[in-house]
T-cell receptor, first 112, second 111 residues
Framework: DSGVTQTPKHLITATGQRVTLRCSPRSGDLSVYWYQQSLDQGLQFLIQYYNGEERAKGNILERFSAQQFPDLHSELNLSSLELGDSALYFC???????????FGQGTRLTVV | AQTVTQSQPEMSVQEAETVTLSCTYDTSESNYYLFWYKQPPSRQMILVIRQEAYKQQNATENRFSVNFQKAAKSFSLKISDSQLGDTAMYFCAFDDYKLSFGAGTTVTVRA
């Protein structure tokens, strides 16, 4: 157990819908990263937050948004879902003292 | 823009043998971290080993070791005494202010 908690583990939803994925980082970690991994693909960096502020942005679609709250948990919002958004979404967290990002188990999103 | 390249899509190794995975990266930064992650069929991302760019000594974790060549921007992973449980996808990752991953190398350990 990496200490990073992602909920839900699985999510099935219809095209056009909106979903929210939640991530609780390890205790004390201020950085949160979000990644998308499609079937048999690598990890695509979406966005990173540090202590509530957006720190880096990758190839995140305009239909996607994220935020990090004062208690440091983070949410990734996906709207107007398309079939191609079906993927495994990972959250990872790290700290200055422990800079290696630790990953949650991921949320498997299926859009039907 | 930083890039991470893993040139070997697939590698196969006999149990107890050694396999080396290659990784190159591109950056203009001098301080950064490099990682190797393992992703078994369960899809969990597991940190294998980490290297700080300012350290000349190559990192080692049990059967896993790296060959870090900063000038060449190369960061290879050696798995010694391969075990069946090492079968997984291995990702090289580069971190200066964001964590970027290579495309991955699938490693299959044969009995």
């Amino acid at each position: 157990d990496s200490g990073v908690t992602q909920t839900p583990k699985h999510l099935i939803t219809a095209t056009g819908q909106r979903v929210t994925l939640r991530c609780s980082p390890r205790s004390g970690d201020l950085s949160v990263y979000w990644y998308q991994q499609s079937l048999d693909q690598g990890l695509q960096f979406l966005i990173q937050y540090y202590n509530g502020e957006e720190r880096a942005k990758g190839n995140i679609l305009e239909r996607f948004s994220a935020q990090q709250f004062p208690d440091l948990h983070s949410e990734l919002n996906l709207s107007s879902l398309e079939l191609g958004d079906s993927a495994l979404y990972f959250c990872a967290s790290s700290s200055l003292a422990d800079p290696e990002p630790f990953f949650g188990q991921g949320t498997r999103l299926t859009v039907v | 823009a930083q890039t991470v390249t893993q040139s070997q899509p697939e590698m196969s190794v006999q149990e107890a043998e050694t396999v080396t995975l290659s990784c190159t990266y591109d950056t203009s930064e001098s301080n950064y971290y490099l990682f190797w992650y393992k992703q078994p069929p369960s899809r969990q991302m597991i940190l294998v080993i980490r290297q700080e760019a300012y350290k000349q000594q190559n990192a080692t974790e049990n059967r896993f070791s790296v060959n870090f060549q900063k000038a060449a921007k190369s960061f290879s992973l050696k798995i010694s005494d391969s075990q069946l449980g090492d079968t997984a996808m291995y990702f090289c990752a580069f971190d200066d202010y964001k964590l970027s991953f290579g495309a991955g190398t699938t490693v299959t350990v044969r009995a």
